[in-house]
């Protein structure tokens, strides 16, 4: 059972007697669907449409946890508090909160709701997170990212830059981060409206090397044209945020697609339900 306590993330937490319906009209996932002792990724977006801040939102009592950046949790809440004018909400941020994941192993959630599971994860892997409790280190943190680069889950900021991306470009909208049954959120007419309208262009794929991978922020080409960049990075194995209607491209004209001078595979994550475009769509 490998175990390690994270770095760097926060705990944002929104309690009171709106703090529900407060996020659910803020953030992408739907509350109503979370589950206690489940855990979902999750975004509050710019009107734009794009991803200010990226979390793992799970339940904690009564309340709910915002699992954040570190770097990001201080801006979150404030972000937040903006919106709360004079709803009945209380946030809190606790920025030295330990976070231990841990995966393949026989137990499951808590009913303190201290331990849940991350339903970005295939159930049968039994992703686990606790909150609190004394530091694990059993393994190093390369392979929680080798985990994630496996199942094809992004997070920033090492596979795509806050305020840069939108939902569909992270695939959270196959990991169950964003609805699109809810209701209104900030942003939510942008992401519908890609959704209906299949306008996504830029997905994270999983990219695997001929060779060790170069360093996370290497272009990836094709033909001499960049077509994405190069996030998490395991070896061999890693992730990339990248246009797939250029990778559908130069995979029919059978080009050669590289990251730094490295020749690539790139293959839509086994659990993800979308494809290569059918034809190329305009820039």
Known sequence: MPRLSLSGRAVLTVTGEDAEDFLQNLITTDLDTLEHGD???????????????????????????????????????????????RANVQI??????????SWENES????????????????????????????ASDVPETMWTALRIAHGVAEAPMDYTLGDAFPHDVNLDQTGGVSFRKGC?????????MQHRGTARRRILIVTGASDLPATGTSITANERDIGTLGSVAGSSGLGLVRIDRVKDALDSGNPILAGDIPIHLAIPSEHRFTFPEAKQEA
């Open 108 to 135: 499951g959630a808590s009913e303190a709701d201290s331990t849940v599971r991350d339903r970005r994860f295939p159930q049968a892997l039994n992703v686990m997170r606790r909150y609190g409790g004394e530091p």
């Open 92 to 101: 809190a941020v606790d920025s030295e909160s330990l976070v231990e994941v």
């Open 39 to 85: 855990l979902k990724p999750g975004a509050l977006l710019n009107p734009q449409g794009k991803i200010l801040f990226e979390f793992l939102v799970s339940r904690n009592g009564g309340g709910l946890r915002l699992d954040t950046l570190q770097t990001s949790a201080d801006d979150l809440l404030k972000r937040l508090a903006l919106y709360k004018l």
């Open 185 to 193: 959120f900030v942003g939510q007419e942008v992401v519908s409206r």
